[in-house]
T-cell receptor, first 115, second 113 residues
């Protein structure tokens, strides 16, 4: 079946512009995660959605970052007034549920470059 | 809180040699540990996971890892490296179901012929 998909695969933007990154999780996966991977660094957790529960936003680095999820489907990560330090690969992952240690399936990522 | 330290950002081995990638964790609760692999220009793929069952965990592609509580380690091994194993490997920990994974900074494995 289809895996996690993300779009766009690459995004180049100018400092100060807003960007939207999209994630389509695997059908039936109730949990969805966003991570950021900066060059030479591990993955940093950004935000977590589980079903209709309030999202865990504890990893968002600033109020310029926000994310939404419609039900148990598509999620959008929005970065407002982008800065050069926002340049990174943004990865989305989904899993079957939040109450067990199910495998997180990762998408290919969106590479964001802020000029 | 949890954290992960991967010793060695870059490991080079010859084809057929033993692969050993080191991971040490810190956790205030019983940990659940994972190894992911990232091939060039691809997403992360789960290699194996430890979830408090057997301490020796076998994964895909001939990899295995042993959970050692006394050493707070979860090192990844493979008896004989193959050229196709060249990739970046990430160790991750979580202490609670349904929470995000905490990742190490990764180890790049190079395999030479």
């Amino acid at each position: 079946g289809a895996g996690v998909s993300q779009s766009p695969s690459n995004k180049v933007t100018e400092k100060g512009k807003d960007v939207e990154l999209r994630c389509d999780p695997i059908s039936g996966h109730t949990a969805l995660y966003w991570y950021r991977q900066r060059l030479g660094q591990g993955l940093e957790f950004l935000i977590y959605f589980q079903g209709n529960s309030a999202p865990d936003k504890s990893g968002l680095p600033s109020d310029r970052f926000s994310a939404e999820r419609t039900g148990e489907s598509v999620s959008t990560l929005t970065i407002q007034r982008t800065q050069q330090e926002d340049s990174a690969v943004y990865l989305c992952a989904s899993s079957l549920g939040g109450t067990s240690y199910n495998e997180q399936f990762f998408g290919p990522g969106t590479r964001l470059t802020v000029l | 809180a949890q954290s992960v330290t991967q010793l060695g950002s870059h490991v080079s081995v010859s084809e057929g040699a033993l692969v050993l990638l080191r991971c040490n964790y810190s956790s205030s609760v019983p940990p659940y540990l994972f190894w992911y692999v990232q091939y060039p220009n691809q997403g992360l793929q789960l290699l194996l996971k430890y979830t408090s069952a057997a301490t020796l965990v076998k994964g895909i592609n001939g990899f295995e890892a042993e959970f050692k509580k006394s050493e707070t380690s979860f090192h990844l091994t493979k008896p004989s490296a193959h050229m196709s194993d060249a990739a970046e490997y990430f160790c991750a920990v979580t202490g609670k179901a349904g929470t995000a994974l905490i990742f190490g900074k990764g180890t790049t494995l190079s395999v030479s012929s």
